[in-house]
């Protein structure tokens, strides 16, 4: 069975390996054992840490096969961001030029650097390994923090947004650095990328622009990709939009990718969700896929089953074998949401 747990010490070497395995452009997994022990310990604490409203936790997630033991893909949640360090984006918007005298009037696009979403909550850090990217994996993986999101209200903002890779090739040039390094920097991609993934942010503060950047400055090359993801995030895209997530015009200041967000009320998983109490019975028969997790913090479960809930019932029976990989007894409470 896949089950969806906290990550612990000894998950280690699994996630060194997912790190290596994400490849250019997953700043949230660089190559680093320091920062990823660091993550580690993090997320640990946070989940052991009594919280009233959210600061700088972060949860770290790893999907395991429990016949295997093996480690098969991880996911998280950062609680606010830009609390600690400063948290840059570029917003596309527009400036006029108009002059009545010549009869000229001319919308022009243009890049700011912001901070716009300092202590908003973010979805991050989500690969699944290639051999594991079947049946509802992925979708578990991905959605099953909304009913963290759901069951932990307090320690997440009301607001949550979600950083997706823009475009890059095999080698991780992106065509948008390019036209900033050129211009105001002396790095390439994978190293600026890098450097911000272990934290290392005071180049963008010193040699990022200062003024808005006009779009139509930049090269072709660079202009076409804003907003853009990569090929490889299209279906992460499409699972977010699907949930009721938009981009508000916030693009990546390193590869233009998009910025989604969403009111953590208004998420269809979250709005839909019901907290029911465990009945323990043999199934009799298949139902609809549904994602299903416990309420218990530090040893927070979660699974995808085929699940049959009652209208109007306040209770969900389920299998002993799915109660066992949850940890729940009978009469103890779950959360479930279709997938």
Known sequence: ???????????????????????????????????????????????????????????????????????????????????????????????????????VYKTVDILTLCNDYTGVSELCTLFLRPPFRQKFNGRLLSKMRFLFLAEFAERFSDKIIAELRGVSDAQGNSPFWQWLQAHFFSVDFPTADYLTGIGQKEFIAELMPKYPIYVSLLSKAAQQVIGQVHEQTRPAL?????????????????????????????????????????????????????????????????????????????????PAELATALQVNAGEWVRISKL
């Open 1 to 103: 069975m896949m089950v969806i747990r906290p990550i612990r010490a000894n998950d280690y070497p699994a996630l060194y390996q997912m790190a290596v395995e994400s490849g250019h452009g997953f700043t949230s997994l660089p190559v680093n054992e320091e920062l990823l022990m660091r993550k580690i310990s993090r997320s640990m604490a946070s989940f052991n840490k009594t919280v009233s409203s959210p600061g700088d936790e972060g949860y770290l997630f790893v999907l395991e096969d429990t016949s295997s033991g093996q480690v098969c893909g991880t996911s998280a949640l950062e609680a606010a961001v830009g609390l600690e360090d400063a948290f840059y984006h570029y917003h596309l918007g527009k400036v006029v030029h108009s002059s009545k005298t010549l009869g």
């Open 238 to 318: 499409a699972l977010l939009e699907s949930e009721g997530f938009s981009c508000r015009g916030y693009v990546d200041i390193f590869d233009a990718g998009p910025t989604v967000e969403a009111r953590i009320s208004q998420i269809r998983a979250i709005r839909d969700s019901q907290r029911l109490q465990v009945r323990i019975a043999e199934a009799t028969g298949s139902g609809e896929a549904y994602m299903i997790c416990n309420t218990t913090l530090s040893e927070f479960r979660a699974c995808w089953a085929e699940l049959q809930p009652q209208a109007n019932s306040t209770e969900i029976s389920i």
